[in-house]
């Protein structure tokens, strides 16, 4: 069970949630007007590369795999195994690492699948699916529709920033870790960019 936050953060999170979904849709729905979209069902490539995430988001996300009982002790080593080896590292080194998503299971299964982040909402392939493995992704031979992409992480921002809450991108990893500390009330939200500049500069 986890507690409530103060209402203004409540606002906010019930706010980005409800935008999330228009946004997403209205993404999709551009992507598929231009492009061919070739994803496949059991296909992972996509969730081999860099996630970065809001706190906010790590919150939605965290209260949804709560909600479904879902942060099991392989869950959480996973998280904290992500967490180490994705701090402070370059995002060209993770692509090219190719570091599976903690939430990744059985290496084709994403346990968070219904309450996924928006930037994984907004990920579709247009070429051959192989052609997305980190190790042989070339972005010109994808579609894309970024000014979409561009202007939610704008909103995005301004509507944390509006309400008190930080919109720094971090890790998916370490997002789920800091929003259980602020669910837990062990973090206030005041505190984050304080704790990870704190964590940056140890």
């Not at 980190?134 to 010109?140: F, G, L």
């Not at 984050?192 to 704190?198: C, H, R, S, V, W």
Request: proline share 6%.
């Amino acid at each position: 069970m986890t507690r409530k936050l103060p209402l203004y953060a409540e606002r906010a999170l019930g706010q980005l949630h409800a935008t999330r979904g228009y946004t997403v849709t209205e993404f999709e729905k551009q992507f598929r007007a231009n492009f061919a979209v070739s994803c496949k069902p059991g296909c992972a490539h996509c969730c081999h590369y860099p996630l970065y995430i809001t706190v906010a988001e790590g919150l939605i996300l965290y209260r949804y795999l709560a909600s479904k009982g879902r942060l099991t002790g392989a869950l959480r080593k996973r998280l904290a195994e992500h967490a180490d080896v994705t701090a402070f590292i370059d995002p060209a080194v993770w692509m090219r690492s190719a570091i599976p998503c903690p939430l990744l299971d059985d290496k084709k299964h994403c346990v968070g699948y219904e309450g996924r982040p928006q930037a994984c909402r907004m990920t579709f392939s247009a070429g051959d699916p192989d052609k997305c493995d980190p190790q042989a992704y070339d972005p010109s031979e994808q579609g894309s529709t970024r000014e979409i992409a561009r202007a939610s992480a704008a909103f995005e921002d301004k509507l944390l920033r509006a309400h008190g809450i930080s919109p720094i991108r971090i890790p998916v990893s370490r997002a789920l870790q800091i929003a259980e500390r602020v669910l837990s009330g062990e973090l206030a939200l005041n505190r984050i960019e304080l704790t990870l500049y704190q964590e940056y500069k140890a």
